[in-house]
C-alpha cells in the first residue's frame, strides 16, 4: 500500500533533479525544502508537505538541518488526493503528523495487517482533509524575463524599481508586466513580494531572527514584513519558528 524512507540531509544539500515512479508525500519533521520542478518552485516550511505526482521531475534544496520523510504511494492509488498531476503543498495537522511519523516508523504498509489497513485508511482522509497552501512561485518562460526573475532570486533585497530591473534584463516595464501576468498569472510587484517572502522563509528555518528575514528580503519594518508573512503564510514568522523548534525536539 505504501512504503517510507527517512533521511536527514544537511543545510544547503541538493538532491538533484529525478522522477518517481510512485506518487510521493515529502515531510520534513524539522527544517525546511524548496522542491522546484521545470518552470514552478515551492516552499516547504515547517509544518506543511508537498504531494509530487509521479513522473513529476522535481530537484530539492535543504535549508537548516532537514529530517525527511518521504512516503511513497502505488501509481494507480484509486484515492482523489492523487488525482492532480502537479506538486501541491498541504497544511500537516497534529493527526496527519503523527500517522506520517508511524508510517515512516513502520518502512512500509502491509494491506494483508488489518492494523496496518486501518492506519492507511485513516492517512488517506487525513490527507484528503488537508488545507492547500499557497507556497508554490510560477516562474515566466520568457528569457529577458525569467532573467528579471533570477535576479529577484538572488537579490531579495535589493529595492531597485520594476523599471530598473526590466531595463536591465532588455524589457521595459510595460513588457516586464505584461510577460509576469501572462506567464505566472502575478502582477511583477506581487510576484516578487511572494519571492522575498519565501526567502525570508529560509532565512528563520536557518537561525535568523525575524529582523534579519524582514530586511533580507527587503522589507524598511520588521511590521510590514510580519503583516505580509501573515496574509501570505496564515501565521506570524514567531508562530513559524516555534513549529521549527518544536519539530526539532522530535
Not at 55 to 77: D, K, Q
Not at 134 to 155: E, I
Request: aromatic share 6%.
Amino acid at each position: 500500500m505504501a512504503r517510507a524512507l527517512s533521511t536527514t540531509y544537511s543545510s544547503g544539500y541538493v538532491l538533484h533533479p529525478h522522477t518517481h515512479a510512485s506518487h510521493q508525500l515529502l515531510f520534513a519533521s524539522s527544517g525546511a525544502m524548496t522542491v522546484t520542478s521545470e518552470r514552478t518552485s515551492w516552499m516547504i516550511p515547517p509544518g506543511r508537505a508537498v504531494l509530487i505526482p509521479a513522473g513529476v521531475r522535481h530537484s530539492i534544496r535543504m535549508w537548516g538541518e532537514v529530517a525527511m520523510r518521504s512516503l511513497y504511494f502505488p501509481m494507480h492509488a484509486p484515492a482523489p488526493v492523487f488525482g492532480s498531476n502537479t506538486c501541491r503543498v498541504i497544511s500537516i495537522g497534529p493527526l496527519l503528523r503523527e500517522l506520517i511519523l508511524r508510517v515512516a516508523g513502520l518502512a512500509a504498509l502491509d494491506s494483508r495487517v488489518p492494523a496496518e489497513s486501518r492506519l492507511m485508511s485513516v492517512l488517506m482522509d487525513e490527507l484528503e482533509s488537508a488545507h492547500i497552501q499557497p507556497l508554490l512561485l510560477p516562474l515566466p518562460a520568457d528569457v529577458r524575463a525569467l532573467r528579471a526573475a533570477d535576479w529577484v532570486l538572488t537579490h531579495p533585497a535589493d529595492r531597485a524599481t520594476a523599471t530598473a530591473i526590466g531595463r536591465r534584463c532588455g524589457l521595459s516595464e510595460r513588457t516586464l508586466e505584461r510577460l509576469f501576468r501572462a506567464e505566472t498569472g502575478m502582477r511583477f510587484g506581487l510576484w516578487r513580494q511572494k519571492a522575498r517572502l519565501l526567502e525570508s522563509v529560509r532565512v528563520l528555518v536557518e537561525g535568523g531572527s525575524v529582523t534579519d528575514a524582514a530586511l533580507g528580503s527587503g522589507y524598511a519594518s520588521v511590521s510590514a514584513y510580519i503583516a505580509a508573512f501573515k496574509q501570505t503564510f496564515a501565521c506570524t514568522p514567531g508562530a513559524m519558528l516555534t513549529d521549527q523548534s518544536m519539530a526539532a525536539r522530535d
